[in-house]
């Protein structure tokens, strides 16, 4: 196996992966693991990283993004302040004897107050990938971000936690008896409509979706495409000023990405999409570049 020159790390709160990478960006492997930093103590994150990348033999720096960031991750790396470059705080090392770990700070926004931990990298390996890109970018997600970029800054953004709603109400309210696992993209569409058109019945239009199970009959799976279009439409009802006469990006890839764009598309909006991974690891390799270019 070819000793990678450094190694790119993916620390989420449910997840980590890394990438053995060539100076030039060449990945070499990569390697995934379920031991997020949700899991971890912070004396624990030097032994799960060994664990999963102890046999590459580099010597190379690492450098890693996300919640391994966080107050509750391996080491806290401060947050850049909006207006800024994606990666505009630089580097936090992390602990341990034997690890060169360097950690991407976040972003925070002062007002309305905001903060993203990871998407940053991501929006830095969009804009490598991308050069001299102006408009919005979405990161659809447990909490999505809309993100408002202009000559290689970010300018604003806004987190809507419309994932994390979809998935308590669908899971945990009196919802999930009528909530199925399949999809309907005439569901879905008209859903959106309606909760941009007034998302003050929202509430109400919630509630119907069990009610129309129990009186009429409806499709569980028509009734889980409706749940996320309300949400949805929702969201871009509220988010309309950073979307509306914009170009926008979604990063991200799979189901989620998809109904984004075919959500915002109903709009009249151009909308490119970009694989949400690719994003990352150009975003990471950014900031390696960036490293070795200051030493």
Request: with cysteine.
């Amino acid at each position: 196996m070819t000793k990678p020159d450094w190694i790119a790390i993916d620390w989420g709160t449910t997840h980590l992966r890394a990438w053995g990478m060539t100076g030039s960006g060449t990945v070499l492997q990569t390697v995934k693991s379920d031991r997020g930093m949700g899991t971890l103590a912070r004396d624990q994150f030097e032994g799960a990283l060994f664990d999963l990348i102890g046999d590459w033999g580099c010597s190379g720096p690492m450098i890693a993004c996300g919640m391994v960031g966080s107050r509750q991750g391996w080491v806290e790396a401060p947050y850049a302040t909006t207006p800024c470059p994606p990666l505009g705080y630089g580097l936090a090392k992390a602990p341990g004897p034997r690890v060169d770990v360097h950690v991407i700070s976040g972003i925070k926004q002062l007002q309305p107050a905001d903060v993203m931990r990871g998407e940053e990298t991501q929006i830095a390996g969009f804009l490598s990938l991308n050069p001299k890109w102006d408009g919005v970018i979405c990161l659809p997600g447990t909490h999505t971000k809309w993100v408002h970029v202009s000559a290689d800054e970010v300018i604003s953004f806004q987190t809507f936690m419309t994932g994390e709603m979809f998935a308590l109400l669908s899971g945990q309210s009196v919802l999930r008896h009528s909530i199925g696992d399949g999809w309907d993209d005439a569901a879905f569409a008209n859903a959106v409509s309606e909760a941009m058109s007034k998302p003050e019945a929202m509430a109400a239009r919630l509630f119907n979706l069990r009610a129309n199970e129990l009186v009429n009959g409806q499709c569980r799976d028509a009734a889980r495409a409706r749940l996320s279009g309300l949400l949805i439409g929702a969201e871009l009802a509220a988010a309309r000023p950073y979307w509306l006469g914009q170009s926008v990006a979604v990063l991200g890839a799979g189901g989620l990405a998809k109904i984004y764009t075919a959500a915002i598309t109903a709009q009249g909006v151009p909308v490119i999409q970009t694989d949400g991974d690719r994003a990352t690891l150009a975003g990471l390799t950014a900031a390696y570049r960036r490293m070795k270019a200051a030493t």
